[in-house]
């Protein structure tokens, strides 16, 4: 009778968390980070991180508008995307970015593109970026003025397919100058020689979209493994944030790696960055 009620218990288990699992892909996490820096314009600066939509079958329209009416109600100062904004199709690429040129932010919205966009075709994501009116970060970099003060922000095209190049970020700056970098595989980070960089942002993992309660994930897309799995790490003085991202893919499901919007605040501390 004890094992009886015993496995009768693990089979109901069982049942409620595969449920769960297809009804986490719906629970988006807004997960905050402050940084100190040296601006003092920049005090109380709201950045959302916004990265792998993954618009397929599995991933739908309705999800997506969801979320970006979500980022607007927040009236971020600006937005920066962190690329896979499809997973396989062509055919995805122009109704996705039509519901992403709803995106609003003060400074604008800026992006680099994934390994699946590049797989799929890179000319065609970057035009439908533009279109959007999405400033490409790809091997790019662009100051951000307000007030008296200002930062950087630049990114690299995706580190496995691609040819990633940090110098038009890193150029012209000093050590007094807040730089940010979207890459979108956190990766890259082990690349970065120079220290210029105060805060990269990526995403490419999912958080594992599936793992032993959110202490371990089987598979992760990361050379690195569990390292670069997501949430902040600081690697070599750079503040790495690394979102769970926003879609799916392969299987429907998501297990304790919830969605993520990343917002990053910016706090004048009177003197010193992160």
Known sequence: MIWVNVSFVLIILYLLFF?????????????????????????????????????????????????IKRVNNMNPDLILLGGDYISTREAHINPVFKELKELKAKYGVYGVIGNHDFAVSKHLILE???????????????????????????????????????TPTINEVTCDDFIILVSHN???????????????????????????????????????????????KLVNKINLIISNGIGVIGLPIRFFARPQIVVVDLIYNGGDSN
């Open 186 to 232: 956190p990766d890259y980070v082990e690349s970065i020689k120079d220290q210029k960089i105060n805060l990269m942002l990526s995403g490419h993992t999912h958080g594992g979209q599936v793992t032993i309660f959110g202490l371990y994930a089987p598979y992760i897309p990361s050379k690195y493994k569990q390292k670069y799995r997501t949430g902040h």
């Open 19 to 67: 449920i769960y699992s297809f009804i986490e892909k719906y629970l988006i996490q807004v997960k905050t980070y402050k940084l100190n820096i040296k601006k003092d314009d920049f005090n109380g600066f709201k950045i959302i991180f916004l990265t792998d939509f993954h618009y397929s079958e599995i991933v739908s329209l309705r999800f997506i508008r969801k979320i």
């Open 128 to 166: 439908a970026m533009k279109n959007a009116g999405i400033v490409s970060l790809d091997n790019k970099s662009y100051w951000i003025k307000k007030g008296n003060d200002r930062i950087k922000i630049g990114g690299v095209s995706d580190y496995l397919l691609d040819k990633p190049d940090i």
